[in-house]
């Protein structure tokens, strides 16, 4: 059996979206929400898209970079709390433990 890399098992996550996604598609198609569905379509072509990049062009650390962007995205989303709401975010971290990211608040 094949070893699969990084790279892989994003290409086989994001596949496995395109199909949730065709699916959800599905459902709103049925229920003759056809311009709710442009939305689903949209996500379903990104999802292919990047599946395709993974498989056919991303090296190891560009595989290694688009596993770390949650991290990253929810830094930010927490820096714009902070810049918002710096008591908000306060009890947020509290209650959580700390959480992932650590702000030098």
């Given amino acids: ?17 395109c199909l949730q996604t065709h699916e ?5 198609v049925k229920q003759s929400l056809i311009d709710d569905v442009w939305v689903l379509v949209r996500a379903l072509v990104e999802h292919a898209v990047n599946a395709v990049y993974m498989l056919y062009v991303a090296d190891s650390a ?6 770390d962007y949650q991290d990253y995205l929810g830094y930010k989303v927490l820096l714009d709390l902070k810049g ?3 008591p908000m975010l306060r009890k947020l971290v509290s209650a959580e433990g700390g959480g992932k990211c650590s702000l030098a608040l």
């Fill in 24 to 28: 959800a598609a599905e459902l709103v």
């Fill in 62 to 67: 560009t595989a290694h970079d688009f596993n």
């Fill in 1 to 17: 059996m094949p070893i699969l890399s990084e790279k892989d098992y994003i290409a086989l996550a994001l596949f496995s979206r």
């Fill in 84 to 86: 918002t709401d710096e």
